[in-house]
Structures are given as structure tokens and as C-alpha cells.
């Protein structure tokens, strides 16, 4: 599992719980789906216990005329408070709030609301407010709550957010909480090309940790955008495939690699061959340690098969070299 | 605290060691007091700038 997604629910759940995430080490066997569920249950115990005072503080501030209920929550409430107060309110009422609230103010509440609560104001909000809580949520790396807001606002919405997702990187580390391959394309169809090449760079340093987050999101966007993000990673150049090519092995992930180096024309399945088989010995055998095993012997007969002869021949001749038999 | 009815609809829940299930019992208290405090601060801050004429009103309505 993408470790950027665990980490990402650790401190979810433990932002709810006001502590830092390393006082959840009880629960490190847990995965990303069972502390999102275990937030969901904290949350809604945390709303149970205090809802009554949620209702009257909402019911109090329509006594006063709305800016000056706009002013106070942005001064005295604070955020916490505020999203509670936003969930026993109308949405009219709400919205009648946010027009005097500023866009980063907003973004701050939003990260404590209830999915469904949030989801019925964001889609009245003006596009150029949205567009504002999506940037300050950008600038502060909060892609969790991006990648929900992408995958559960209306599609025409995402297109006129995902404007503010100019970088390589912010589409990366959202699209790991993208779950809708529709969704996905709408966020990479925003990247201009030259940032589609650096999507392939970044998953290639190691200090970045991202190789995980662009296999999941190669696995999950639809064939065309598959062959797009493979076509720009080779015309980046040897230097990143190479430097691919060492993430991959350095973190084991030739199984994850070989369904999807099926989807490079001949030269490109070349250069990978000639990566995995001849830079180091060692990088070799642990690449063939993987890839020769059963289940990938379909995908591992796909890669010779596309060969011309003579590179055929010299493969096998290297298989023949490391004690590997060559695949049937 | 009695064991919150949302947790315990969890299947998840009853898996957890009951040193763990413990653990987050405290915790979940802990960040509900904290958060009380929080609450009764920022409301007592947005007092002060309720006009004096409607500030009984809202005290009364946010009384227990």
C-alpha cells in the first residue's frame, strides 16, 4: 500500500484527537482503510458529545445579523467550532455566512467537516472561492481532503478547481486519494506536458518517496492516459529511466512495474531490458528474482515477444548468464 | 466514559487488542475534554462582541 496514504490517515485521525501522530504507534498494524473508518466512528462521538451545544451556538447566531456572526466565527470561534456550528446550520444559512468569511478562513474549516456536510456547501460556493480553498489547501499540502473534494464534487466543478494544480507534484500526492479514473484524468489533463515528464522524474528520487503513488496512479487512470504517462517518461529521457529503474529496485517493486512496462513500444521495452540485465549484476538477479516468478511469466513473455531477433537473443543469452531459464 | 456506540458498531473494533482498545478509549475522552475547554473559551471570546443589548439572550440560549 502507498505509504503516503497510511501516513496521510495516521495524522488525520490523529488531528481529530489532538495529538501528534506518533502517540498512535498502538494502532501501526492498522491499515489506511481501518484508520478511516476508526476517524469516522471517533468523529461521530466527538459531534455526539457536544451536538447540543453545537444546535444552540448555531441557533444563537442567527440572532445577530450576518456579518457580525461571519466576524466573530472567523475571530473568536475559531475553525473547529465553526464546522460544527456549519453542520447544524441550513445550507442557505451557511452559505450566507461563507460570503463573509475569507477563502483561507474557509479552507481551515472545511478540514473539520463531515464529508457530506462539506460536500453540500462546496458545490453553491463561487468558483473563485472554490478555486481559493483548493490553493490555501494546495499551499498547506492537505491531499487528503483534496483528493475527496476531487473525487465527490460534480465533474464540471473539478475541471474549474483542478486549474490551481499546476505541479507535477500536487497532482501526485492527490491523485493518491482519487479513487474515480474520471476524476484522475480531470486533474492530469490540467498538467501542461512538460510537468506530464516530471511526473516521471519525481517518481524517480529516491528522497521523494512517490514511486509507490505513480504506480497506484498509472494502475488506476484509464489505457489512453496510461500510454500518455508512459510515452512522457521515456521521452524524458535514459537519465530518468534509468534513475527508475534504481527506485524501482531499491524499493522491490518489479512486480508492480511489469504489468505496466507492457505498455511500452519496442525501443522502450528495449531500454528497460537493457537497464534490468546489463547495468549491474546485482540489480539483475534481484530483478529476475522477482519477475520470473509464476504469475509474472505472462507479462515477462509479452516483454521478449516484442524483441526484434537479435535483441531477443542477446536477453536470453543474459537470462542464460544469471541462471535463469528463459521464459517459454 | 461508557464504550461509545460508533466504535463499538465496528467489527474493526473487536479485533483491536484490549490494550489498544483501552489506549484509544483515553485518548477519545482526553480530546473531548480538550475540546469542551476549546469550545467554552471560544465562546466566552465571541461573547465579548456580542452587543451588550442581545448578550443575556445568547447566554440564556446557550445555557444548559
Known amino acids: ?328 | 466514559m461508557p464504550l461509545p456506540h460508533p466504535l463499538q458498531d465496528l467489527p474493526l473494533w473487536q479485533r483491536l487488542p484490549a490494550d489498544a482498545r483501552d489506549e484509544l478509549r483515553q485518548l477519545l475522552e482526553a480530546a473531548a475534554q480538550a475540546q469542551e475547554r476549546q469550545h467554552q473559551a471560544a465562546i466566552a471570546r465571541a461573547l465579548e462582541h456580542v452587543p451588550a443589548l442581545l448578550r443575556a439572550t445568547v447566554r440564556a440560549m446557550l445555557a444548559d
Open chain 1, 1 to 328: 500500500m502507498p505509504p503516503l496514504r497510511l501516513h496521510a490517515e495516521q495524522l488525520r485521525l490523529a488531528r481529530l484527537l489532538g495529538i501528534a501522530p506518533e502517540c498512535l504507534h498502538f494502532l501501526r498494524e492498522l491499515d489506511a482503510d481501518a484508520l478511516a473508518a476508526l476517524h469516522d466512528a471517533c468523529q461521530a462521538v466527538l459531534l455526539a458529545r457536544h451536538q447540543p451545544l453545537f444546535r444552540r451556538l448555531a441557533n444563537a447566531s442567527k440572532l445577530l445579523p450576518v456579518s457580525l456572526s461571519a466576524w466573530i466565527a472567523e475571530h473568536a470561534l475559531g475553525p473547529l467550532l465553526c464546522a460544527r456550528i456549519a453542520g447544524e446550520l441550513s445550507v442557505a444559512g451557511t452559505l450566507a455566512l461563507c460570503r463573509h468569511l475569507p477563502a483561507p478562513f474557509m479552507a481551515e474549516v472545511s478540514l473539520h467537516m463531515e464529508s457530506g456536510a462539506l460536500l453540500e456547501v462546496a458545490v453553491h460556493l463561487p468558483d473563485a472561492t472554490l478555486q481559493e480553498i483548493a490553493g490555501t489547501l494546495l499551499a498547506q499540502g492537505e491531499y487528503l481532503l483534496l483528493g475527496e473534494l476531487v473525487d465527490t464534487l460534480p465533474i464540471a466543478l473539478i475541471h474549474r478547481i483542478a486549474v490551481r494544480f499546476c505541479s507535477a507534484e500536487e497532482v501526485l500526492r492527490t491523485s493518491l486519494f482519487v479513487e474515480q479514473p474520471l476524476r484522475l484524468e480531470a486533474l492530469l489533463e490540467m498538467l501542461p506536458g512538460a510537468e506530464l515528464q516530471r511526473l516521471a522524474r519525481l517518481a524517480a528520487e529516491p528522497r521523494q518517496g512517490l514511486l509507490p503513488e505513480a504506480l497506484s496512479l498509472l494502475q488506476r487512470v484509464p489505457p489512453g492516459w496510461q500510454r500518455r504517462l508512459v510515452d512522457a517518461a521515456i521521452a524524458d529521457g535514459d537519465a530518468t529511466l534509468e534513475a527508475l529503474v534504481r527506485e524501482v529496485d531499491r524499493l522491490g517493486l518489479w512486480a508492480s512495474v511489469l504489468p505496466l512496462a507492457t505498455l511500452l513500444d519496442r525501443a522502450g521495452k528495449w531500454k528497460l531490458l537493457k537497464l534490468a540485465l546489463w547495468r549491474e549484476v546485482d540489480l539483475r538477479n534481484r530483478a529476475l528474482a522477482e519477475v520470473t516468478r509464476p504469475g509474472l511469466m505472462p507479462y515477462a513473455r509479452n516483454l521478449f515477444a516484442s524483441l526484434a531477433p537479435h535483441e531477443r537473443e542477446r536477453a536470453l543469452k543474459a537470462l542464460a548468464c544469471a541462471g535463469q531459464l528463459p521464459p517459454p
